[in-house]
């Protein structure tokens, strides 16, 4: 049973365009949503979160946009980068305080072309 | 890398055979975590643990045990192993002394049970 769907599985951009990974989760209880970005041979490593209090955190490039009535939230990189191919997974977790256990989505294979 | 190791980095057993994966972190954090990462699966939660000699199960915990008797070492263990168990573990650490509490990832193990 997948508590946090993602979507799409792999995506293609062109340099400078805008990627989007889409999440979507079931449980409410869930108030902690980090994104994570795992280059290929290495272990993920956080990118950025929110918290449901807020629909919209934006950190450089990166930007969560949160929806909680229709429990979903997405990831969107602006000005993509061929440094930005990676795989990007969505997590949740029901509280983001210590022994937090992180709900993951499938991942998606993002490529940025020249 | 984030202060967390794994040993070893690759390792090819047979059915049946008992398996140990390690994890050490260098800076006594409370929180440890075993993951598997599957295709098509994302990461999912194997044990993890709060404390020394405190573990919990996690989302996949069965055919699985882990042990911790110092605060910077985890270790995983696959009493008999399966070929349903070849995947790519990663090991993780909080420190629990913020709340988003990030988890920090090992360059994880690739396991390969034939």
């Known amino acids: 049973q997948q508590q946090v769907k993602q979507s799409p599985q792999s995506l293609i951009v062109q340099k400078g365009g805008i990627s989007i990974i889409n999440c979507a989760y079931e449980?409410?209880?869930?108030?902690?949503f980090p994104w994570y970005q795992q280059f290929p041979g290495k272990g993920p490593a956080l990118l950025i979160a929110i918290r449901p209090d807020v629909s919209e955190k934006k950190e450089g490039r990166f930007t969560i946009s949160f929806n909680k009535s229709a429990k979903q939230f997405s990831l969107h990189i602006m000005d993509s980068q061929p440094g930005d191919s990676a795989t990007y997974f969505c997590?949740?977790?029901?509280?983001?305080?210590?022994?937090?256990?992180?709900?993951f989505g499938t991942g998606t294979q993002l490529k940025v072309e020249l | 890398d984030a202060g967390i190791t794994q040993s070893p980095r690759h390792k090819v057993t047979e059915t049946g055979t008992p398996v140990t994966l390690r994890c050490h972190q260098t800076?006594?954090?409370?929180?440890m975590y075993w993951y598997r990462q599957d295709p098509g699966h994302g990461l999912r939660l194997i044990h993890y643990?709060?404390?020394?000699?405190?573990?919990d199960k996690g989302e996949v915990s069965d055919g699985y045990s882990v042990s911790r008797s110092k605060t910077e070492d985890f270790l995983l263990t696959l009493e008999s192993a399966t070929s349903s168990q070849t995947s790519v573990y990663f090991c993780?650490?909080?420190?629990?002394?913020?709340?988003?509490?990030?988890?920090?990832f090992g360059p994880g193990t690739r396991l390969t049970v034939l």
């Open positions: 449980n409410t209880a869930f108030d902690y």
């Open positions: 993780a650490y909080s420190k629990g002394t913020s709340s988003p509490d990030t988890q920090y």
């Open positions: 997590a949740a977790s029901i509280h983001g305080g210590g022994g937090n256990k992180l709900t």
């Open positions: 800076e006594n954090h409370r929180y």
């Open positions: 643990s709060y404390g020394v000699k405190d573990t």
